[in-house]
């Protein structure tokens, strides 16, 4: 079935730090490919997504590219700021199946310290 | 964006009473609703997917009779918790999808 393994947190980083958070996934075909960004007491929100192999998504200064040949989806973002600790969640939608339901990774603790 | 809304945010009830969340989808019609659970310092676990005006499907390990879920109309699906325990405490998390999938803020149930 399908899978997303996520880099275990927590990570902690100073501020204006560089940011990678390694995901990678197993699916069959296409899968659509997701980050969400949980703030602490609050429901999911949709990040960035990228549909088909080689698109790049992007918000907020995070970026993450849909990496076919490694099966990756690796988010990064240049400078982190404290608003930025949150858990992050990578994600996937199968391409086949009716239900089309997603697929969470564990999820990746960042706090970001001034 | 689209807008989810659960009711309540939190709740707190003694063992053995029932707990009905409502999630409501406020400016799309919702042809699928999701209930996640989510333990601290983990990843969302998919309870149950409802469609409207059809029974839910659960995932497997979720008993249907102690999470009952009612997907009334295109943009509201109730989970009630019957007969709560400590153990059902957690943080549920409904999510709405139309041509894309929307979350609400979730709902901390505490079991005394």
């Known amino acids: 079935g399908d899978s997303v393994t996520q880099m275990e947190g927590p990570v902690t980083l100073s501020e204006e730090a560089f940011l990678t958070i390694n995901c990678t996934y197993t699916a069959t075909g296409y899968p659509s490919l997701f980050w969400y960004v949980q703030y602490p007491g609050e429901g999911l929100q949709l990040l960035l997504k990228?549909?088909?192999?080689?698109d790049k998504g992007s918000n907020k200064g995070f970026e993450a590219t849909y990496r076919k040949e490694t099966t990756s989806f690796h988010l990064e973002k240049g400078s982190v700021q404290v608003s930025d600790s949150a858990v992050y969640f990578c994600?996937?939608?199968?391409?086949?199946?009716?239900?089309?339901?997603?697929?969470f990774g564990s999820g990746t603790q960042l706090t970001v310290l001034p | 964006g689209a807008v989810v809304s659960q009711h309540p945010s939190r709740v707190i009830c003694k063992s053995g009473t029932s707990v009905k969340i409502e999630c409501r989808s406020l400016d799309f019609q919702a042809t699928t609703m999701f209930w996640y659970r989510q333990f601290p310092k983990q990843s969302l676990m998919l309870m149950a997917t409802s469609n409207e005006g059809s029974k839910a499907t659960y995932e497997q390990g979720v008993e249907k009779d102690k999470f009952l879920i009612n997907h009334a109309s295109l943009t509201l699906s109730t989970l009630t918790v019957t007969s709560a325990h400590p153990e059902d405490s957690s943080f549920y998390i409904c999510?709405?999808?139309?041509?894309?999938?929307?979350f609400g803020p979730g709902t901390r149930l505490t079991v005394l």
């Open positions: 994600a996937l939608r199968s391409a086949v199946g009716s239900a089309r339901q997603l697929t």
């Open positions: 990228a549909t088909k192999a080689d």
């Open positions: 999510s709405a999808r139309n041509t894309e999938q929307f």
